[in-house]
DNA sequence: TGCCAGGCCGGGT
DNA sequence: ACCCGGCATGGC
């Protein structure tokens, strides 16, 4: 499994080059911007987070002491707005409350640890989870998505019904715990996956893949 | 025009 | 333990 797993790396990255993800952006922003992601198209968030930083918002501290219908307003662009301004309510008080409103004192928390208390927090899920530990504190979690498991069970190399962490297990068990592959890897996935393999299409000619995977 | 997008929750079986 | 509806905007 691992000569498919790193076969399949080459074979994205071959075709798709170094997508170097949310490198230059602070991880506050990573954060705001994993959220507002969930089942929704990134250049939709692009458009609330630019807002946000227009505004100079991108701090915990503001969008904190932020009354819940204005920080809905101004996501409005990134679709399900009155629940994710619900839900980044819920990550700010719980990084308030437990890490005095520091991202550096929460990324210097134990991983596993604070993994298990970001999926106990309300609008956090694992995808959600995994994507703040992977972009915005650099640790080493495999990040799943649908694309994900859509191209995996397309190519017959995991279940279609496989869960998040049964997916996550077969990267994490084997291939090396680095956080530099992670990123690369999960973007690579998105990439090929949003060109080639949407919900409804079936296994398409041109998927890079093809030549190297059953 | 309808379908899809880098999920997650809560309520029902 | 699953299964499903709800959540909403913008692009193709």
Known sequence: MRRKLMTM??????????QHWWPGDSPFEVMVGAVLTQNTAWTNVEKAIAVLRRERLLTPARLDSMRAVR?????????YYNIKAKRLKHLLRFIRDRYSGSLRKMFSDDPVGLRKKLLAV???????????????AALPFFVVDAYTKRILSRH??????????????LFMDNLPRDTRLYNEYHALIVQAGKEYCRKGVPLCEECPLKPYLP
């Open 156 to 169: 017959g190399l995991i279940s279609p019904a496989a869960d998040y962490h049964r997916v996550q297990g």
């Open 9 to 18: 790396y080459r074979a994205l990255f071959k075709a798709y080059g170094p």
């Open 122 to 136: 309300n609008g956090i899920g694992p995808e959600t989870a995994d994507s703040i530990l992977l972009y915005a």
């Open 71 to 79: 920080l809905a307003a101004l996501i409005r662009p990134s679709g």
